[in-house]
């Protein structure tokens, strides 16, 4: 079967960056052809730091400094920490239409599992568009929804033409994570 949970923590950092980076105004998050670039404040005392998006030790240890050390903001508090539930959902491109269209695309956060669903069914839609067909093995449409229902935390293989190509396939992945701010 497709669904699977990843065991590693691919990515949760980058979840982590952006929910500090839509709580503070002086920062801006980007992320484009695998890296993540930060801008911080404006005009000449401007300053950016780009990471690979992937890196979840490089971007642990900028989180830091942005909660506690060079780039704190001054006069906010970061001792009381809050909790909040986020869905991370992007897609990732393996491995020749990575070349095509970059390993990661379409980074969104959401607060909430409808939102969630709701990006996840139109990534979906265009698949038929796209010629991409969804991993057999999931068990047609009702068995789709109830996954989607259900879980999460879901991953759904996508193989351009044909079930199996390995060569021209992405998942659409939706991570439920728990991230302290």
């Known amino acids: 079967m497709v669904f699977k949970q990843r065991k590693d923590n691919d990515m949760k950092q980058l979840g982590n960056l952006a929910i500090i980076c839509a709580k503070r105004d002086d920062l801006c998050l980007s992320i484009y052809n695998g890296k993540v670039t930060v801008h911080m404040g404006c005009g000449p005392d401007k300053k950016q730091v780009t990471m690979d998006c992937c890196d979840d ?41 990575a070349r095509e269209a970059n390993a990661i695309n379409d980074l969104t956060l959401f607060f909430t599992k409808e939102s969630r669903d709701a990006w996840i069914i139109a990534h979906l839609e265009q698949v038929d568009k796209d010629n991409f067909i969804i991993d057999e093995e999931i068990g047609g449409p009702e068995k789709l929804a109830e996954m989607i229902a259900q879980n999460d935390s879901i991953d759904i293989t996508l193989f351009r033409g044909e079930q199996e190509n390995w060569n021209e396939h992405y998942d659409i992945i939706a991570k439920k994570m728990d991230i302290q701010i």
């Open 57 to 97: 030790n490089a971007i642990s240890k900028f989180i830091y400094e942005l909660n506690h050390g060079e780039y704190r903001r001054e006069g906010t508090s970061t001792d009381a920490a809050v909790v909040q539930t986020v869905y991370v959902c992007y897609e990732v491109n393996c491995p020749d239409l």
